[in-house]
C-alpha cells in the first residue's frame, strides 16, 4: 500500500475534528449572538421603563409608587449587569473554541501537505519506473534488431 494511502485515515479524523471545532465554534458564536440580543432588550427596557418612571414622577406619584418604580429599575440594573458578566464568558467561550478550531485547522493544513508531499515522491518515482521500463524496452528492441541484422 503507497503511503499516501496509508495517512487517509489519519487525515479523515483530522478533517471529522476540524469540522468538530467549526461547528462548536459557529454554536457557541451564536450563543454570544443571543446573549447579546437579551442584554439589548434589557437595556431598552430599562430605558423605556426609566422613561415611565419621569414620567410618573412628573405626574405628582406616591411615595410608594415611586419606590417601586426605583426597586424594578435596580433589579433591571443587576439583571443587565448579570448579562454583561454572561456576555464575558460567552466570549471566552468564543475565544477559547476561536483557538481550538485554529488549531485543529493548522493540524489539517499540515497533514494535507504532508499527503500531497507525499503524493508528488510517489508520482516522480512512478514516473522515474516507468522511463526505466521504457529504456529497457528500447534497449531490448535495439538489441533486439542489432542481433536480427546479423
Not at 61 to 66: D, K, N, P, Q, R
Not at 86 to 109: C, D, F, P, Y
Request: proline share 1%; with cysteine.
Amino acid at each position: 500500500m503507497k503511503r499516501s494511502k496509508r495517512l487517509d485515515p489519519v487525515a479523515r479524523v483530522e478533517k471529522n475534528r476540524e469540522r468538530t471545532a467549526a461547528r462548536q465554534l459557529g454554536q457557541h458564536q451564536q450563543e454570544l449572538g443571543h446573549l447579546k440580543a437579551r442584554l439589548d432588550e434589557l437595556i431598552q427596557y430599562r430605558r423605556e421603563y426609566q422613561q415611565k418612571y419621569l414620567q410618573a414622577m412628573n405626574n405628582s406619584m406616591g411615595s410608594t409608587a415611586i419606590q417601586e418604580y426605583r426597586c424594578f429599575l435596580s433589579k433591571l440594573d443587576r439583571a443587565i449587569e448579570q448579562q454583561y458578566q454572561m456576555i464575558a464568558g460567552g466570549e471566552e467561550k468564543v475565544s477559547t473554541s476561536r483557538q481550538h478550531w485554529m488549531n485543529k485547522r493548522t493540524r489539517l493544513k499540515a497533514i494535507d501537505t504532508l499527503v500531497e508531499k507525499i503524493q508528488g515522491q510517489e508520482r516522480c518515482q512512478e514516473e522515474k519506473r516507468e522511463q526505466q521500463e521504457n529504456d529497457e524496452r528500447s534497449l531490448f528492441a535495439r538489441r533486439l534488431t542489432h542481433l536480427k541484422s546479423f
